[in-house]
């Protein structure tokens, strides 16, 4: 089972930047988009931002031009960078990958989440 898992969360004060990491990991044969949800105290989870194949990016119209959102520097990784940070950028941040994956039987297609990271931008 494809598994996503997040690091790189936290404290910063606003106006700081931040970089979150995510690595999917399990038998996976091919990935279609990579990205960010994130979920705040009594808001619905939205979108941040996401990456595809063929360096498709896509980010949600709070984030843009502050997230830049890139594949990571080992296989299955993708790496959020977060400049300029606001306190009601503050929320739980969740990975997501989308994909097929190797199974005993053959492939199956996979939507997988994290179980999401803390990111606190406050003074």
């Known amino acids: 089972q494809v598994q996503p898992v997040e690091s790189g969360g936290g404290l910063v004060q606003p106006g700081g930047s931040l970089r979150l990491s995510c690595a999917a990991s399990g038998n996976i044969l091919r990935l279609n988009v990579m990205g960010w949800y994130r979920q705040a105290p009594g808001k619905e989870r939205e979108l941040v931002a996401a990456i595809g194949r063929g360096d498709f990016t896509n980010y949600g119209d709070s984030v843009k031009d502050r997230f830049t959102i890139a594949e990571g520097s080992a296989k299955n990784t993708v790496d959020l960078y977060m400049n300029s940070l606001k306190p009601e950028d503050t929320a739980v941040y969740f990975c997501?990958?989308?994909?097929?994956?190797?199974?005993?039987?053959?492939?199956?297609?996979?939507?997988?989440w994290g179980q999401g990271i803390q990111v606190t931008v406050s003074s």
């Open positions: 997501y990958a989308d994909g097929t994956e190797l199974i005993e039987s053959g492939q199956r297609h996979f939507n997988s």
